[in-house]
């Protein structure tokens, strides 16, 4: 992702418009820049503590209880919030919705725009969502809206996103957090 | 299938909405009894749809929906049609197969489940319109009662393909006529129970789904017969009522019509099936 959106719809992935491909393990992609998983981590805070409404988009695998890891995330979700004043509104179902969708409350990977619109959120994290509705949901708000997506994954990360950081287990969100705490204190927030 | 996944973290809990959270603490899934008598109370598993207002196709899928016994462990195999609309919004597996191969793909899928799950009861459900169960798909649905495969049948004859404009299909009534049938049909109506009969289903019903309870207790018996013994077939009357001219408020009119002619109640079971039923009910599950 060379650029913030909106860029318009295209049916291709900025891994064949841009040549952006997801970071090796260890790194992160800060738009089409391969940098240090920490440098990323640092740049996603900044960008959610000076943008306006923050908001974190949690997905089923944060959402729903299914495993230890998930009920640790859920945690580590909520404290982030705290730290990053970030906003919460989840993605709990990847069905789209008829007649539509409540915008205030929810977020649809179908149309998640609608979302983005109508909070006028300018920057985002995607965490615990499944990879193929996160690349669906992504590359949709890269082409309609100037929101700054940042996609916390636990698997190879997302192209589509500004920021991606792969691999995210609950001890990288600890770090995360650390980070944004400082990033927060060095910003006066 | 794991309930977990319906399990929501409760540090989250305050940001999902109403519906979720209800989803988890009004579901009646793991209870065999669930029937139509729990819908006003419960977070049904199809809700908002995108078929024509009054459709009594929604009606029947609903009623379906709060009938299954074990829908956890459901899976339902699908045709295109009317109905195929509904599949993306239910809370349930659900398999869309090409048109008229639905009770092919069924099969399979028994046949793997089985093989996968020999400990766990995993029912199979076909459910798909008049056109693919029997013109398109007849091959396909006779075969599967042929082989005697443990999976329950059902057919929403509308008697029309209404999602195309309205040509005549097999299960028009001789003389109807519709947009694109003008000169009327002119054969008679395909008897398809009595096809599902010969072809060694189990058990068979044929309905409207003006009486909720009664599609509960239909779909139970069809769906324990074929979990223990074969094929069941159930054929249900969903009026299309933009076809036949009706106004959204008419749909159950048209049925309880119907229930007086020709699609008056009819159950066959056999003897087996008649066993299985009873030892279901002594269960207090019918």
């Known amino acids: 992702m060379a650029k913030l959106g909106p860029s318009g719809f295209s049916p291709y992935p900025v891994a064949i418009i841009d040549k952006v491909l997801n970071p090796p393990p260890g790194k992160a992609l800060l738009f089409d820049e391969l940098v240090d998983e920490e440098v990323a981590m640092r740049e996603a805070a900044k960008a959610m503590l000076t943008r306006e409404n923050p908001t974190i988009f949690p997905g089923p695998q944060v959402l729903y209880a299914w495993n230890e890891d998930a009920k640790k995330k859920a945690k580590q979700v ?105 990033v927060k204190a060095e910003l006066g927030k | 299938m794991s309930f977990k996944v319906y399990q929501i973290n409760p540090e989250l809990k305050d940001v999902m909405p109403q519906e979720i ?115 398109i798909g007849l091959d396909c649905t006779l075969q599967s009662f042929f082989r005697q495969e443990k999976i329950t049948t059902i057919c929403f004859d509308n008697e029309v393909y209404a999602n195309t404009g309205g040509q005549e299909s097999g299960m028009t009534p001789k003389g109807h006529v519709f947009k694109m049938a003008p000169k009327g049909k002119q054969f008679e109506k395909v008897p398809m129970w009595q096809l599902a009969i010969d072809s060694g289903c189990k058990y068979v019903a044929r ?12 779909i139970k018996k069809a769906v324990y017969v074929a979990r223990y013994l074969g094929p069941t077939y159930v054929h249900l009357y969903t009026p299309c009522i933009l076809e036949i001219g009706l106004n959204s408020d008419q749909g159950l009119e048209e049925m309880r019509a119907r229930d007086k002619e020709r699609f008056e109640f009819f159950e066959y079971i056999t003897p087996e099936a008649q066993e299985v039923i009873d030892r279901v009910k002594a269960e207090g599950l019918l």
């Open chain 2, 207 to 218: 309905l409207t789904v003006s009486s909720p309870k009664r599609v509960e207790s239909v």
């Open chain 1, 78 to 182: 909520k404290e982030l919030a705290q730290v990053l004043n970030a906003k919460i509104i989840p993605m709990y179902d990847y069905r789209p919705k008829y007649p539509k969708i409540n915008p205030e409350v929810e977020i649809n990977p179908n149309h998640p725009n609608l979302t983005i619109w109508h909070n006028n959120i300018k920057a985002c994290i995607f965490i615990g969502v499944h990879c193929h509705y996160a690349n669906v949901a992504l590359k949709i708000i890269r082409a309609e809206t100037d929101c700054f997506t940042i996609a916390m994954c636990s698997l190879e990360g997302h192209e589509d996103a500004m920021i991606t950081l792969r691999d995210q287990h609950p001890e990288e969100l600890d770090k995360f957090i650390e980070i944004a705490k400082q």
């Open chain 2, 21 to 135: 959270i209800d989803l988890e603490e009004k579901s009646t899934l793991n209870n065999p009894k669930r029937g139509v008598m729990d819908l006003p109370f419960y977070k049904e598993l199809i809700e908002e749809h995108s078929l024509c207002a009054g459709c009594p196709e929604a009606a029947a899928l609903r009623y379906i929906m709060a009938s299954l016994p074990n829908p956890e462990d459901t899976i339902i195999v699908n045709s295109t049609g009317c109905t195929s609309l509904v599949f993306p919004h239910i809370a349930m597996h659900t398999v869309h197969s090409l048109f008229g191969n639905q009770n092919a793909v069924a099969s399979g899928i028994k046949r793997v489940l089985e093989y996968r799950y020999p400990d766990r009861v995993k029912d199979v459900v076909v459910l798909a319109g008049d056109g693919a169960t029997v013109d």
